[in-house]
Each structure stands twice: as structure tokens, then as C-alpha cells.
T-cell receptor, first 115, second 113 residues
Framework: KAGVTQTPRYLIKTRGQQVTLSCSPI?????VSWYQQTPGQGLQFLFE???????NKGNFPGRFSGRQFSNSRSEMNVSTLELGDSALYLC??????????????FGPGTRLTVL | SQQGEEDPQALSIQEGENATMNCSYK?????LQWYRQNSGRGLVHLIL?????REKHSGRLRVTLDTSKKSSSLLITASRAADTASYFC?????????????FGKGTLLTVNP
């Protein structure tokens, strides 16, 4: 099976712009989670989608949003970008929802740089 | 705030030696997982241990879990240069209807050839 894919791999934006990142989970996986990784804060949970429903959300402002489509592909959107949004954004998929002892399979990430 | 905290933050050893990393957490957990990340890339799942398990092995990896102390350790035996990476523990917090996977800040392991 193909692994989790994320597009684009690298992105450069300027403050105030918006960005959309895409994640394609492993075939058959219904849960997609998003994480932000920065040197200062480490890996932080953004949100999880399962069967097109947001199941859980981390402590991020409303500028961060996401959605999941019927084929389990997911997108996350960040509006009004700030310098502090520069990070590696990781997507992970799992067979079931979190809390069901499923390991998460991570994509390679999207490196977002905000200038 | 971080649920899991790894210790040490950095570890440098020689090839062939064993490496031990520790993780402490704060709340009751459903399970604890260990992941590896090579520089700036995605995470790779290593092992999952459930809250009712005390020890688990996978190849050169040995994970222990002490729920009374809210701590876990990851032992890598006979380390290789290819084991150089950051290692993270992650907990699937118990409580409520929605779980989330919470990561520590990681241990950077350097294995010198």
C-alpha cells in the first residue's frame, strides 16, 4: 500500500496570506490527524477527522481549520498567516479513531515558511 | 502543555552500546507509543504499549511502562549509526469521549560509528 502523502512538501508564503495543505491517507484508513511541529513547541496536535467529522481539536486559534472528504483525504487551511505559523505540518492516518489502540502512520510533512 | 516529557533531551553513544530513553507523563493514559523521526522528516511508529502491559519487545527495542510512576522507557540494544534520530513518546490520554495523541519534546539520539 502507498503511504501517507502530503502536498506540497515545501511552501513559502507571506504574512497575511492563507494556505491550504493536503493529506492523502493510506487506503482504507478513515482517521486523519494533523500536527504542527516547531523547534520551540515541539509536536502539537491540531485536529483529528474521522469519517468526515472533526473528532477532536487542539489549542489553536480559529485561523486553523480543516476538513475531510468522503474518500478520507483531508485538507487543512491556515488563514491570515503569521510568522509563528512557520513549521513542519504533519499528517497522520490510522485505521480507526484515536483511543482504539491504532498506530498512526505519518506522512513526510509540509514545510511551511512564512516571510 | 506537553503530556509526555522525554529524558534526556540529547544522548550521544558509540555504535554497539545500548541507549535508554525515558518518558514521564501526567494523566491517566489509554496507551503509550514511541516514534522515531529522522531529521525534519515524518515520524515512524516504533512500538505501542497498552496501559495494562508492563513490557514489550520488538527486535532490538524494549519498552517498559510503569503506570504507578507514570513513566516509560525505551531501550535500544546494540545501537547502530542508522539509529541516529529523535525519539518521541506519545500518549493517548484517557478520559472523555475524545482522545488525542500528545507528544513529548523528544530525545535526540546520536550514535557515533
Amino acid at each position: 500500500k502507498a503511504g501517507v502523502t502530503q502536498t506540497p512538501r515545501y511552501l513559502i508564503k507571506t504574512r497575511g496570506q492563507q494556505v491550504t495543505l493536503s493529506c492523502s491517507p493510506i487506503s482504507g484508513h478513515r482517521s486523519v490527524s494533523w500536527y504542527q511541529q516547531t523547534p520551540g513547541q515541539g509536536l502539537q496536535f491540531l485536529f483529528e477527522y474521522f469519517s468526515e467529522t472533526q473528532r477532536n481539536k487542539g489549542n489553536f486559534p480559529g485561523r486553523f481549520s480543516g476538513r475531510q472528504f468522503s474518500n478520507s483525504r483531508s485538507e487543512m487551511n491556515v488563514s491570515t498567516l503569521e510568522l509563528g505559523d512557520s513549521a513542519l505540518y504533519l499528517c497522520a492516518s490510522s485505521l480507526g479513531a484515536s483511543g482504539t489502540y491504532n498506530e498512526q502512520f505519518f506522512g513526510p510533512g509540509t514545510r511551511l515558511t512564512v516571510l | 502543555s506537553q503530556q509526555g516529557e522525554e529524558d534526556p533531551q540529547a544522548l550521544s553513544i558509540q555504535e554497539g552500546e545500548n541507549a535508554t530513553m525515558n518518558c514521564s507523563y501526567k494523566t491517566s493514559i489509554n496507551n503509550l507509543q514511541w516514534y522515531r523521526q529522522n531529521s525534519g522528516r515524518g515520524l515512524v511508529h516504533l512500538i505501542l504499549i497498552r496501559s495494562n502491559e508492563r513490557e514489550k519487545h520488538s527486535g532490538r527495542l524494549r519498552v517498559t511502562l510503569d503506570t504507578s510512576k507514570k513513566s516509560s522507557s525505551l531501550l535500544i540494544t546494540a545501537s547502530r549509526a542508522a539509529d541516529t534520530a529523535s525519539y518521541f513518546c506519545a500518549t493517548d490520554e484517557r478520559g472523555g469521549s475524545n482522545y488525542k495523541l500528545t507528544f513529548g519534546k523528544g530525545t535526540l539520539l546520536t550514535v557515533n560509528p
